[in-house]
């Protein structure tokens, strides 16, 4: 059965942090809920756990490639080529260093923009359940859960004092 | 914990930072709907003369032709390109750098600095007529690279494609790299202004925000997007500089040999870039009524870092004179004369003295560094001064003809002892326009990207407000700032 979210709006930030701890005690698995705010906090302000991802290889699988592409490049066009300049060797690593220090940057870049796309989880059709008053400073705990959890997923929230809470698809 | 500003508080007043959210919120997004007549005439003036500059170009190029052999005539075109790079494309390197060493009062110029971005598309397409007009690397095309026949490049094995499009290769990649930052940047504001505005601004900022929602993730995702980015972005822009400057000037001037030549372009272009987002700055504190979040900690913070810039550039200049100076050769000796001391003296001469005496002495009083108008001066100083640099080495680079000769010191003498090819060439009527055009160009452009983009980053002034506030300490108030890691 498809889950349901539960968005509890808080006008204090240790107020949501506290809805977080309830519904660790609740069993609520800290995967199925999130906070929203509309600034980023310090890390680990709410007690959320570590949120991982892995942008970093995407540059590095993209230098890889550019510097691959780079080095035969340079050093295939200069034996198919091979002219002798200023009496420096055919295959000679400054000249061949300007390439591939292009190459791998392109490479790079190009790899960081899709692994922005990938991990933004773009494209994203829908906004999901949000409120506007998260712009203005309020703190939003977005919960994912079963439907016969709602209501008492609800109550956590409340208990914690949420000023109001949503309902709607995650 | 710093001393309140007292002196400073009467003459600039702090920043506020006793604001909600809310009121940061809803006071940018006013901010950002409603613009002034003021603004829509600097838009038009910048448009007008963006569109005489585009005119003075197409004029130029149906007379003279666009190639090679016409390349002479492109000299202050040129010039402005250069101009461009060193200012708005280096600019957003202010943002990245101090988001890195997580200075809070980088945040009110943040954005601005990566708004410039936007002023790269001008750069790639300003970029196309002078990869038209360089002349290629084998000159004679007889396929052998032979010194005194064919040009001295970087390009020295000449893989495919150089130098042509590894240079647009290069520009594309660092304006690709801006503008995926600035989307990266300004995703949660356009998700914001998306929530808080109507119609069609509220489509468009929606569709641009691709759902962003403010989760801790979103946030840890995008902090290292940031970074990455910043990084790349860094890394591939004092390369762009590098080819630039090699490729446009150094090479097209035989016998010119310098080592820290580029380095130096690159030095300029952050001392220009940090010029210009002070001006940005104290235009958006005294016009764009910003002056509730702008103290004058910006300016003082950012006018020592002016200062440090500027006394390395004074060094990196010298170490450049000295060792043609000192060296004699004869070739030296005419580099010398022509960029510096006969053919572009007066250009050289303005280029020293608002790029390094200027600001100098300006900046080396606390009490000047410590206020809105000294840094605002000085950055305007330094910003005059790296055009003027740009004039001295791009205009005689591209003035000269005989591009595959060993050295400028073999051309042959005719005017007053000086080779025809050396003499100073003034600007003309249209060359005035391009040059001006290409700024208002830039100014145009950033002025539009205003209106889809705020120019302060609201998140990162709320975020800012989280761990910044005055405290009663003894008889003093005194600012307390918190760091999050």
């Not at chain 1, 929203?36 to 995407?58: C, D, I, N, Q, W």
């Not at chain 2, 001469?349 to 606390?366: A, H, K, M, R, T």
């Amino acid at each position: 059965m498809a889950k349901t979210g539960v968005l509890g709006l808080y006008s204090d930030a240790n107020y949501a942090a506290e809805a977080g701890d309830g519904l660790q005690r609740m069993g609520i698995s800290d995967n199925d809920y999130d906070f929203l705010t509309g600034a980023p906090y310090p890390e680990g302000a709410f007690g959320e756990k570590e949120s991982s991802h892995r942008l970093y290889v995407f540059p590095f699988v993209g230098a890889l490639c550019g510097l691959t592409a780079g080095i035969l490049l340079t050093s295939m066009t200069q034996m198919a080529y091979p002219l002798v300049t200023g009496g420096k060797p055919i295959l000679s690593l400054p000249p061949m260093a300007i390439v591939t220090y292009e190459g791998t940057m392109l490479g790079a870049i190009l790899f960081t923009v899709l692994g922005i796309i990938f991990e933004s989880r773009l494209p994203r059709p829908s906004l999901g359940l949000y409120d506007d008053r998260i712009t203005e400073g309020y703190v939003g705990v977005l919960v994912e859960c079963e439907p016969e959890e709602v209501d008492r997923v609800e109550q956590v929230l409340t208990q914690a004092g949420a000023e109001d809470i949503k309902r709607g698809k995650v | 914990m710093a001393r309140h500003p007292h002196e400073a508080a009467e003459r600039t007043g702090p920043p506020e930072v006793h604001l909600s959210d809310r009121e940061v919120m809803q006071d940018l997004a006013e901010k950002y709907d409603a613009a002034c007549p003021k603004f829509w005439l600097a838009v038009a003036v910048a448009g007008g003369l963006f569109a005489l500059g585009v005119l003075a170009f197409v004029i130029r190029a149906l007379d003279v032709g666009l190639s090679d052999s016409s390349r002479n005539e492109y000299g202050y075109y040129a010039a402005a390109f250069a101009f461009l790079i060193v200012t708005a494309t280096t600019a957003p390197l202010a943002a990245i750098a101090f988001r890195w060493t997580k200075n809070h009062w980088r945040r009110p110029f943040s954005r601005a600095a990566e708004l410039f971005s936007l002023v790269g598309i001008l750069a790639v397409l300003a970029f196309i007529p002078m990869l038209i007009v360089l002349p290629g690397i084998d000159l004679n095309g007889d396929g052998v690279l032979e010194l005194g026949k064919d040009r001295r490049t970087i390009w020295f094995s000449a893989p495919i494609g150089a130098p042509i499009w590894w240079d647009m290769a290069g520009l594309i990649g660092v304006v690709v790299c801006g503008l995926a930052l600035l989307w990266v940047s300004a995703r949660p504001d356009m998700a914001q202004i998306a929530q808080v505005s109507n119609g069609l601004r509220a489509r468009v900022m929606g569709r641009l925000a691709c759902g962003w929602q403010g989760t801790v993730r979103d946030w840890n995702v995008q902090k290292g997007q940031m970074a990455i980015l910043g990084a790349f972005y860094f890394m591939l822009l004092v390369w762009v500089h590098t080819l630039i400057s090699l490729d446009f000037a150094l090479s097209l001037i035989p016998g010119w040999r310098d080592s820290i030549f580029a380095a130096h372009h690159v030095l300029t272009g952050i001392q220009a870039s940090a010029g210009l987002l002070i001006v940005v700055l104290f235009l958006m504190k005294k016009v764009g009524g910003y002056d509730r979040y702008i103290g004058v900690d910006p300016f003082w913070s950012f006018a020592k870092v002016l200062l440090g810039v500027t006394l390395l550039w004074g060094y990196f200049w010298f170490s450049e004179f000295m060792t043609f100076w000192y060296g004699r050769d004869e070739t030296e000796q005419t580099v010398i004369k022509l960029l510096m001391v006969e053919s572009y003296r007066t250009a050289f001469l303005l280029n020293l003295f608002f790029s390094f005496f200027i600001p100098f002495v300006l900046l080396l009083w606390n009490g000047v560094r410590k206020s809105v108008l000294g840094p605002t001066v000085a950055g305007a100083s330094v910003i005059i001064g790296a055009f003027f640099m740009m004039v001295r080495l791009y205009v005689p680079a591209f003035n000269i003809k005989d591009v595959g000769a060993e050295s400028i010191a073999e051309f042959e003498a005719a005017h007053g002892g000086t080779a025809a090819q050396l003499l100073p060439v003034l600007p003309g009527p249209l060359d005035v326009l391009m040059v001006v055009g290409m700024m208002a160009g830039a100014a145009f452009i950033f002025l539009l990207g205003t209106r889809l983009i705020p120019i302060m980053s609201a998140w990162e002034m709320k975020e800012g407000l989280m761990y910044v506030l005055y405290r009663p300490f003894m008889k003093g108030k005194y600012l307390v700032l918190g760091k999050p890691e």
